[in-house]
């Protein structure tokens, strides 16, 4: 059983910056393969950013060359660097563990204003 807990959204301008954090608990998290995904009102859930347990990383081409994933195995902690962010960039953020049929966390909403 993995436990997450996202933190760190708010509102921001467009252009600004935001750090998203996902605390894991459970056992195993080393060995998890741990995302970020995000829903905007009215689309579907889709991948932003995975980290494998051997640190390879996945970026949509969406947010490529502005996000940057990490992950520090010794606190059990994902994140999630978001610079130069957008109005489209705005949705809930969600910590994923093991893949879409693995675990959830309630999400943190990320509102970008033009």
């Known amino acids: 059983q993995v436990q997450l807990v996202e933190s760190g959204g708010g509102l921001v301008q467009a252009g600004g910056s935001l750090r998203l954090s996902c605390a894991a608990s459970g056992s195993g998290f080393r060995s998890n393969a741990m995302g970020w995904y995000r829903q905007a009102p009215g689309k579907q859930r889709d991948l932003v950013a995975r980290?494998?347990?051997?640190?390879?990383?996945d970026y949509a081409d969406s947010v490529k060359g502005r996000f940057t994933i990490s992950r520090d195995n010794a606190k059990n902690m994902v994140y999630l660097q978001m610079n130069n962010l957008k109005p489209e960039d705005t949705a809930v953020y969600y910590c994923?563990?093991?893949?879409?049929?693995?675990?959830w966390g309630k999400g943190t909403l990320v509102t970008v204003s033009s």
């Open positions: 994923n563990a093991r893949g879409p049929s693995g675990y």
């Open positions: 980290i494998t347990s051997l640190g390879r990383i």
